[in-house]
């Protein structure tokens, strides 16, 4: 059975079960709501394959997080994010769909000894859902596993440790 296209990008903000395609992200000086939709590791005929990343900066002192940066990246590309400490995280999202399961391939590293901190989750229109944490020393990578789906979502989190200043992921097929 075929699976009709839910894109070419969607709101990340507005939920699986929301009909809201949206334009593409081209726009990069304010935080994205949007990514793309991509179909297991292959490129669309008029799209490649494409996840967005942006940098939130926390103010502990206000409780308030800064948008830093955004742009889109490509399957196999490095998305690097160089901060000052706990308080910046590099949020990665995209979407897809596949009729068969997906390993997708997390490349961590960073200049520091500390390592960094990561997280993942990702649901589907399909209803299933899944997570997961941890700690990674630099040079580390995570296999991840997304099920078959209509639709899905996944979004990915790494966050600065102490003595670390630059953080480096990649996405790669597996």
């Known amino acids: 059975m075929a699976i009709l296209r839910a894109g ?13 395609n949206t334009d593409p992200e081209t726009d990069f000086s304010s935080q994205p709501t949007s990514a793309p939709v991509n179909i297991a590791f292959n490129n669309w005929p008029n799209q490649n394959w494409g996840a ?12 308030i997080n800064t948008y830093i940066s955004g742009d889109l990246y490509g399957l196999g590309d490095s998305m690097t994010m160089t901060g000052t400490g706990y ?12 009729m ?3 390993d997708i391939e ?6 520091g000894s500390d390592g960094l901190n990561w997280q993942y989750n990702y649901s ?26 209509t639709l899905g979502m996944i979004r990915i989190l790494a966050s600065l440790s102490a003595s670390v200043d ?7 097929e597996f």
């Open 8 to 20: 070419p990008w969607r709101s990340f903000n507005s939920g699986l079960n929301s009909s809201v």
């Open 52 to 63: 967005v990343k942006y940098i939130n900066k926390y103010d502990s002192s206000t409780g």
């Open 87 to 98: 308080d910046d995280t590099m949020y990665i999202y995209y979407f897809w769909q596949s």
């Open 100 to 102: 068969a399961d997906v």
């Open 106 to 111: 997390v490349d961590w590293s960073s200049n």
């Open 124 to 149: 589907t229109i399909d209803g299933d859902s899944g997570s997961d944490n941890g700690y990674a020393p630099t040079g580390t990578t995570e296999i991840f596993v997304l099920p078959a789906a």
């Open 166 to 172: 630059t953080v480096t992921v990649t996405i790669n």
